[in-house]
């Protein structure tokens, strides 16, 4: 196609127009970055914009040697990998077995999940109930309450129905149990949805600091995200003593800047990767609709 | 017959029983994580205190919509109730266009290599949770230490910084210019997809008509991806009050609101978390948490009304 003075000008609005939205979404953890690795006295005098003006590890070396993140780092890590892979899990299957045109009582079934959707007893309720069930203050209320995500639950039933039947026949012909079937036949073909369920729910327990809030009390159960809130806490309740003394916290920043870095690392290390299968894992949802 | 019937059934039941056995497990759950604390509610009504435990749920006295008629007389009621409106239908009318325009800007990036790492950019706040968010917000709006200020008052533009963070009047606009931040590139993603979708000879023909790039994009691309707008819509003014598109409207207001701006960022669900949680008043937080409740509903139910209205579909 001819290109005319026109179609130029909508290229640079166009480009001056992503360029600066991309600017503003990646410069303030590029600034975050720069910042725990400067020297943090030297970072409050300000002026350090694009690179570290006072080189230094000792951020991180500092972060590192406290044990309370090393324990809130295996939380959250442990959460994150046996949380992920119980959702994904447990999501597939019910999703799969709701998929199937012969289940009896298909209809009544799937009418429940929807309308679960839709209804909450709010949080006080919800915390009764785990208090019943024994699992507050343990471990496992990270996991119980959000193993089965009703959402992917219904993406995954129009997922798993663009599946041949005939795969499924050839299978049972061959004497293949339903867990079987699940195992080496729907996973294995479906790994663009799983991947997305796998990552939303990966983040969302990385994340995640409310329910550690709500739910548990003892200190050894803390996940990253906590720590971060309770160190923002504290610098918030120091920033008010700051004018009298002028010197409290001033590398509060640095740890700061660390610990942001610290938690974004692991997301960043694995998204671009799985980039593509989330793109696609997005678009099954909103393609049947 | 029917005997004959039910026994057929049953053997085909038994056929299946691991399937059934699957939608069990999944029931289980639901019976657990979703339904029992729907009984819960009942709790909004009574006099209970968490120390009674279960039992208490039942044994404790009803108390005459006690704990609805304080809230409602609450000093701030009808300061919570506003901001958690205007938070939740600025925030969508703000993102949902963004989303669309950067979608339809994104199109027009001929080089692919550019075009996906912008997108790939482009998202990397969504994955960022509302904690960070904040921290990064201190050093970059911050008054005492954030750059945009030190920038400010190096140039000369202002004397003294402009308290973005601390301030009434500002919460509003921080709100939906974080939500805007953090959300556009993401919710862009499904409008890109649908936007591959459309028919390339369309744009072909339309260029044949002498159509120039504005007006392909104004007649050919957006009629294209009309269906998706509305189903997208229709879903996130259902979700609007827990956040829709932006995000979750509750970790917003906890982590940016503070003692200068309450009166613009407190919002009805950080008020039953302060009450529940901080000041141990369970019974009195599900009932603040039950008005929340009915008005989402009724909001959905409005909001589909309208889409059918306007659309001609809706999500029920």
């Not at chain 2, 009621?77 to 669309?100: E, G, H, M, Q, Y």
């Given at each position: 196609m001819r290109r005319t003075r026109g179609d130029l000008l909508i290229d640079i609005i166009v480009y001056v127009l992503l360029i600066i939205f991309c600017f503003m979404c990646v410069y303030p953890f590029w600034f975050i970055l720069v910042s725990s690795f400067n020297e943090g006295h030297d970072m409050?005098?300000?002026?350090?914009?694009?690179?570290?003006?006072?080189?230094?590890?000792d951020n991180y070396a500092t972060f590192f040697a406290q044990t309370s993140w090393i324990n809130a780092i295996k939380i959250s890590v442990s959460r994150t990998v046996i949380g992920a892979i119980a959702t994904s899990l447990f999501t597939c299957l019910v999703g799969y077995a709701l998929s199937?045109?012969?289940?009896?009582?298909g209809n009544t079934y799937r009418f429940l999940f929807v309308f679960s959707m839709y209804v909450s007893g709010g949080l006080i309720p919800f915390y009764v109930v785990l208090r019943l069930m024994g699992?507050?203050?343990?471990?496992?209320v990270y996991i119980f309450p959000t193993m089965l995500s009703l959402y992917f639950v219904l993406v995954g039933i129009n997922f798993f129905?663009?599946?041949?039947?005939s795969l499924y026949e050839a299978a049972e012909l061959d004497g293949a149990s339903e867990g079987c079937i699940f195992l080496r036949i729907v996973l294995p073909l479906s790994s663009a949805f799983v991947a997305t369920l796998a990552l939303f729910s990966a983040v969302g327990q990385w994340n995640s600091w409310l329910d550690s809030v709500y739910y548990?009390?003892?200190?050894?159960?803390?996940p990253m995200a906590y720590w971060m809130i309770s160190i923002i806490n504290r610098t918030q309740t120091n920033n008010s003593s700051q004018d009298l003394?002028?010197?409290?916290?001033?590398?509060t920043m640095a740890t700061q800047s660390t610990a942001v870095i610290v938690t974004i690392a692991p997301i960043l290390c694995v998204y671009p990767f799985l980039q593509k299968y989330f793109i696609k894992g997005m678009m099954i949802g909103s393609v049947k609709e | 017959m029917k005997a004959v019937t039910l026994s057929n059934g049953w053997v085909r039941y038994r056929r299946q029983w691991q399937l059934q056995l699957f939608v069990f497990l999944g029931l289980v759950w639901l019976l657990l994580f979703?339904?029992?604390?729907?009984?819960?509610?009942v709790i909004a009504f009574k006099d209970y205190?968490?120390?009674?435990?279960?039992?208490g749920i039942f044994t404790s006295q009803f108390n005459n919509f006690k704990h609805f008629v304080t809230f409602f007389n609450y000093y701030n009621f009808a300061t919570l109730v506003r901001n958690t409106l205007i938070l939740s239908v600025t925030k969508l009318l703000a993102t949902f266009p963004a989303a669309i325009i950067f979608a339809l800007l994104l199109n027009e990036v001929r080089n692919k290599a550019a075009k996906s790492v912008m997108q790939t950019v482009s998202y990397?706040?969504?994955?960022?949770s509302w904690v960070l968010v904040y921290t990064i917000s201190l050093y970059?709006?911050?008054?005492?230490?954030g750059i945009i200020n030190e920038l400010l008052q190096k140039m000369g533009l202002i004397s003294t910084p402009i308290p973005f963070l601390s301030s009434d009047k500002m919460f509003y606009g921080l709100a939906i210019f974080l939500s805007l931040w953090k959300t556009t590139g993401w919710s862009a993603i499904i409008f890109l997809a649908s936007i591959t979708n459309v028919d390339p000879t369309l744009y072909e023909a339309a260029a044949v008509d002498g159509a120039g790039r504005m007006r392909r994009m104004w007649h050919v691309t957006l009629p294209g991806i009309l269906p998706a707008v509305v189903t997208v819509l229709v879903i996130n003014i259902g979700a609007m009050l827990g956040g829709?598109?932006?995000?979750?409207n509750f970790e917003l207001s906890y982590m940016f609101g503070n003692v200068t701006n309450c009166n613009t960022s407190s919002i009805i669900q950080t008020y039953s978390f302060t009450m529940g949680l901080?000041?141990?008043r369970f019974a009195f937080a599900t009932a603040v948490d039950l008005c929340q409740s009915v008005i989402s509903i009724l909001m959905v139910i409005s909001s589909n009304w309208a889409a059918k209205k306007i659309s001609g579909s809706g999500l029920f």
């Amino acid at each position: 196609m001819r290109r005319t003075r026109g179609d130029l000008l909508i290229d640079i609005i166009v480009y001056v127009l992503l360029i600066i939205f991309c600017f503003m979404c990646v410069y303030p953890f590029w600034f975050i970055l720069v910042s725990s690795f400067n020297e943090g006295h030297d970072m409050m005098l300000g002026g350090v914009y694009w690179w570290p003006r006072k080189f230094t590890t000792d951020n991180y070396a500092t972060f590192f040697a406290q044990t309370s993140w090393i324990n809130a780092i295996k939380i959250s890590v442990s959460r994150t990998v046996i949380g992920a892979i119980a959702t994904s899990l447990f999501t597939c299957l019910v999703g799969y077995a709701l998929s199937r045109r012969k289940l009896m009582f298909g209809n009544t079934y799937r009418f429940l999940f929807v309308f679960s959707m839709y209804v909450s007893g709010g949080l006080i309720p919800f915390y009764v109930v785990l208090r019943l069930m024994g699992l507050l203050n343990t471990f496992w209320v990270y996991i119980f309450p959000t193993m089965l995500s009703l959402y992917f639950v219904l993406v995954g039933i129009n997922f798993f129905q663009s599946i041949p039947e005939s795969l499924y026949e050839a299978a049972e012909l061959d004497g293949a149990s339903e867990g079987c079937i699940f195992l080496r036949i729907v996973l294995p073909l479906s790994s663009a949805f799983v991947a997305t369920l796998a990552l939303f729910s990966a983040v969302g327990q990385w994340n995640s600091w409310l329910d550690s809030v709500y739910y548990v009390t003892d200190k050894q159960l803390r996940p990253m995200a906590y720590w971060m809130i309770s160190i923002i806490n504290r610098t918030q309740t120091n920033n008010s003593s700051q004018d009298l003394s002028g010197t409290v916290n001033l590398t509060t920043m640095a740890t700061q800047s660390t610990a942001v870095i610290v938690t974004i690392a692991p997301i960043l290390c694995v998204y671009p990767f799985l980039q593509k299968y989330f793109i696609k894992g997005m678009m099954i949802g909103s393609v049947k609709e | 017959m029917k005997a004959v019937t039910l026994s057929n059934g049953w053997v085909r039941y038994r056929r299946q029983w691991q399937l059934q056995l699957f939608v069990f497990l999944g029931l289980v759950w639901l019976l657990l994580f979703s339904w029992a604390p729907l009984f819960g509610i009942v709790i909004a009504f009574k006099d209970y205190s968490i120390r009674t435990g279960v039992a208490g749920i039942f044994t404790s006295q009803f108390n005459n919509f006690k704990h609805f008629v304080t809230f409602f007389n609450y000093y701030n009621f009808a300061t919570l109730v506003r901001n958690t409106l205007i938070l939740s239908v600025t925030k969508l009318l703000a993102t949902f266009p963004a989303a669309i325009i950067f979608a339809l800007l994104l199109n027009e990036v001929r080089n692919k290599a550019a075009k996906s790492v912008m997108q790939t950019v482009s998202y990397l706040p969504h994955f960022i949770s509302w904690v960070l968010v904040y921290t990064i917000s201190l050093y970059i709006l911050g008054e005492q230490n954030g750059i945009i200020n030190e920038l400010l008052q190096k140039m000369g533009l202002i004397s003294t910084p402009i308290p973005f963070l601390s301030s009434d009047k500002m919460f509003y606009g921080l709100a939906i210019f974080l939500s805007l931040w953090k959300t556009t590139g993401w919710s862009a993603i499904i409008f890109l997809a649908s936007i591959t979708n459309v028919d390339p000879t369309l744009y072909e023909a339309a260029a044949v008509d002498g159509a120039g790039r504005m007006r392909r994009m104004w007649h050919v691309t957006l009629p294209g991806i009309l269906p998706a707008v509305v189903t997208v819509l229709v879903i996130n003014i259902g979700a609007m009050l827990g956040g829709g598109m932006g995000g979750s409207n509750f970790e917003l207001s906890y982590m940016f609101g503070n003692v200068t701006n309450c009166n613009t960022s407190s919002i009805i669900q950080t008020y039953s978390f302060t009450m529940g949680l901080s000041k141990g008043r369970f019974a009195f937080a599900t009932a603040v948490d039950l008005c929340q409740s009915v008005i989402s509903i009724l909001m959905v139910i409005s909001s589909n009304w309208a889409a059918k209205k306007i659309s001609g579909s809706g999500l029920f």
